[in-house]
C-alpha cells in the first residue's frame, strides 16, 4: 500500500492550499483517510480525517475548521483544502489510510498507510 501526497510548497500568509492524496497499488474507497501534520519541533497532530464512504468527517483534537477534507473515490483521490493560513500552519502533511476507520482523527488510530508527506511553508 502506497499514498503519494502532492501540492504543498510555498504559500503567502491569509493563503489557501489544496493538498492531494493518491494511492498506488490499491483502491482508497475501502479505506478512511486522515491529513496529518508535524510543524518543525512539536509532535504529529490530526488536522481532519473522512470516512472511507466520505459521510463523515471527523476533526482532530483542536477541531480546526480552516481545513477541509473530501474525496473523489473514481479518482482514487483524498483532498484537503485549507484556507487563511499562517506560519503556524508550516510543516510535513502525511495523509494516512486506515482499514477500520477513524474513531478519532489521531495519529495513534490504526492507521495501514501513511504517506511520504508534503512540505507546506507558510512565508512572505
Known amino acids: 500500500l502506497q499514498l503519494v501526497e502532492s501540492g504543498g510548497g510555498l504559500v503567502q500568509p491569509g493563503g489557501s492550499l489544496r493538498l492531494f492524496c493518491t494511492a498506488s497499488g490499491f483502491t482508497l474507497d475501502d479505506y478512511a483517510i486522515g491529513w496529518f501534520r508535524q510543524a518543525p519541533g512539536k509532535e504529529l497532530e490530526g488536522l481532519v480525517c473522512i470516512s472511507a464512504s466520505g459521510s463523515t468527517t471527523i476533526y482532530g483534537d483542536s477541531v480546526d475548521l480552516r481545513f477541509d477534507i473530501s474525496r473523489d473515490n473514481a479518482k482514487n483521490a483524498v483532498y484537503l483544502e485549507a484556507e487563511r493560513l499562517n506560519p503556524g500552519d508550516s510543516g510535513i502533511y502525511y495523509c494516512?489510510?486506515?482499514?477500520?476507520?477513524?474513531?478519532?482523527?489521531?495519529?495513534?488510530?490504526?492507521?495501514?498507510?501513511w504517506g511520504q508527506g508534503t512540505q507546506v511553508t507558510v512565508s512572505s
Open positions: 494516512a489510510a486506515s482499514r477500520s476507520g477513524f474513531k478519532w482523527c489521531r495519529p495513534g488510530s490504526a492507521v495501514d498507510s
